[in-house]
């Protein structure tokens, strides 16, 4: 034993044990949006607004808990036959069950003949993440692992996609020049892709840009698909909370798959419901049979197992019970209407103030075309900075949250925009 010791003790002198094994580590840059959320709680400003966080702010600038929420917890509370047991692997079926009837319609071909998949997963961002990693291991692809997204799109698409081996490649979408959409461009891109790519779509409420394709562009863009045999990845955050409306805003998700373009489908309830912090959401992989349906959820439980085990139960129970609850169910519909329609309000107001009061140079009716919690409002990088020097808080690219708009901020917003503007002339 003590020669064993000595040789130890004679291999630790040898070992420089100043060196810090992680060194070599560097320093990742911060998150845009947390880095600016940062940047306006540490602000003692009086007038500042926070239009960078993507997340439903009332008219005092205060977050909601919906009052169906409320009502749903006090059942959930009360219901003494509920434990903290672990779930399913692939989540609560209540919920699963029922989320992909609200976003694929309850008469759906799809789910009357059994051929979807349902998976419950960690908010949106699980979703996007299993259902990547699902197409990464078993989709055929034509040639290296590549994923179409649009330019812009969510900050978060781009590392998803990457850390599970899949290439993102840009696709035409946004026309700065016209403030709006690039349909050609993004049609040409769908021509011109290879057979069987795969697309990123925003299912509605474009992040960022808030434009969305018309029932009629939608169509046009599913027969291109369908002609070129590429799947849509649908990624589904604002169903409700674009337009107050669950079906309209589950428009392009429902026509996609009743014509037969092969989809899955990432949906979060984090909005629609005010349970940011709860994560809750589901991956919905489409087949063309029951029985391949039964084949991809048995892939999608063992990709699961594999990284979180068991999806938490609070607030696919609190989602479920809503969904499933007829009274609770219109209570919800209510309250997505107010978020919604307040938002709605906002864009009008501010239009209205630069356009009438203020007589701000340009055109802005591009804030009232574009619908859901984001606004390309048409500053470039150099303009948005001055915005936040102005204590006004938003993303470099001119993006702005429209539910940091209210009553008591917006006036002081479009008067900023207004200097900006004219300044630019």
Not at 231 to 241: E, I, P, S, V
């Amino acid at each position: 034993m003590a020669g064993r010791a000595k040789q130890l003790l004679g291999h630790l002198s040898s070992v420089d044990m100043t060196k810090d094994t992680w060194q070599h580590v560097a320093l990742a840059p911060p998150d845009i949006i947390f880095k600016l959320t940062a940047a306006f709680k540490a602000d003692t400003f009086e007038k500042k607004v926070n239009l960078g966080v993507g997340a439903y702010r009332d008219d005092n600038g205060k977050p909601w808990v919906l009052p169906v929420v409320k009502k749903a917890t006090q059942r959930l509370l009360s219901d003494e036959s509920l434990d903290h047991e672990y779930l399913p692997i692939t989540g609560l079926p209540q919920f699963t069950e029922s989320a992909a009837k609200l976003i694929l319609g309850p008469t759906s071909p799809a789910i009357l003949e059994q051929r979807v998949a349902s998976v419950q997963t960690i908010s949106g961002t699980g979703a996007n993440h299993l259902g990547a990693l699902f197409l990464s291991r078993f989709y055929e692809w034509t040639d290296k692992p590549k994923v179409y997204l649009s330019n812009p799109t969510w900050a978060n698409h781009q590392p998803i996609f990457k850390n599970v081996g899949i290439e993102p490649v840009d696709y035409a979408y946004y026309d700065p020049e016209t403030i709006g959409l690039d349909l050609k461009g993004f049609t040409n891109a769908l021509s011109g892709a290879p057979p069987r790519s795969v697309f990123l779509l925003h299912a509605c409420a474009h992040n960022p840009t808030g434009f969305d394709p018309t029932h009629e562009q939608w169509k046009t863009i599913a027969n291109i698909m369908l002609e070129k045999k590429h799947f849509a990845f649908f990624d589904c955050a604002y169903q409700g909370f674009a337009s107050g409306d669950l079906d309209n805003d589950a428009w392009a998700v429902r026509h996609f798959i009743d014509v037969g373009v092969p989809s899955l489908v990432c949906q979060s309830f984090a909005k629609n419901a005010g349970l940011y912090g709860e994560r809750v959401g589901a991956l919905h992989v489409v087949s063309l049979s029951g029985e391949a349906s039964t084949r991809v959820k048995s892939q999608l439980s063992v990709l699961q197992r594999s990284e979180i085990s068991n999806p938490p139960s609070h607030g696919a129970r609190l989602v479920a019970l809503i969904l499933n609850d007829p009274e609770l169910f219109e209570e919800w519909k209510r309250d997505i209407k107010t978020m919604a329609n307040r938002i709605i309000s906002m864009r009008d107001e501010l239009y209205r103030l630069l356009t009438e009061e203020l007589q701000t140079p340009g055109k802005w009716d591009h804030i009232v075309k574009q619908i859901g919690m984001f606004s390309f409002i048409g500053l470039n990088g150099e303009e948005s900075q001055v915005m936040v020097e102005a204590h006004i808080y938003m993303t470099s690219n001119g993006r702005m949250s429209m539910a940091g708009l209210n009553s008591k901020n917006i006036r002081y917003v479009a008067q900023s925009i207004d200097a900006i503007i004219r300044h630019r002339q």
